[in-house]
Nanobody, 116 residues
Framework: QVQLVESGGGLVQAGGALRLSCAAS????????MGWYRQAPGNQRELFAR???????TYEDSVKGRFTIARDNAKNTVYLQMNSLKPEDTAFYYC??????????WGQGTQVTVSS
């Protein structure tokens, strides 16, 4: 597995932007997929953005056009650029690594709060 550490969360106003980082303990170029999940109080943990080893990306409709996932293999880091933030984006955000074996690694999470 791989250890993951998220950073960059905080409090922003609606319409603002924020960039999250996910630093991995080892190379990520051969990991099947890196993804971002979020969980709001009372809700299930939701997968909303994923990037595969071939640089293909997928997004949930709720964030498509506003959020962008990217990776820097040389730095073993995955990024999440969040633009046009809405109050409903408020949640705890988690980085995830899905290996070809089916195993998953999780970061500790970082809080994102969007005020009206």
């Amino acid at each position: 597995q791989v250890q993951l550490v998220e950073s960059g969360g905080g409090l922003v106003q609606a319409g603002g932007a924020l960039r999250l980082s996910c630093a991995a303990s080892r190379r990520i170029f051969n990991i099947n997929a890196m993804g971002w999940y979020r969980q709001a109080p009372g809700n299930q943990r939701e997968l909303f953005a994923r990037i595969f080893s071939g640089e293909i990306t997928t997004y949930e409709d709720s964030v498509k056009g506003r959020f962008t996932i990217a990776r820097d293999n040389a730095k073993n880091t995955v990024y999440l650029q969040m633009n046009s933030l809405k109050p409903e984006d408020t949640a705890f955000y988690y980085c995830n690594a899905n290996l070809y074996s089916g195993d998953n690694s999780w970061g500790q999470g970082t809080q994102v709060t969007v005020s009206s």
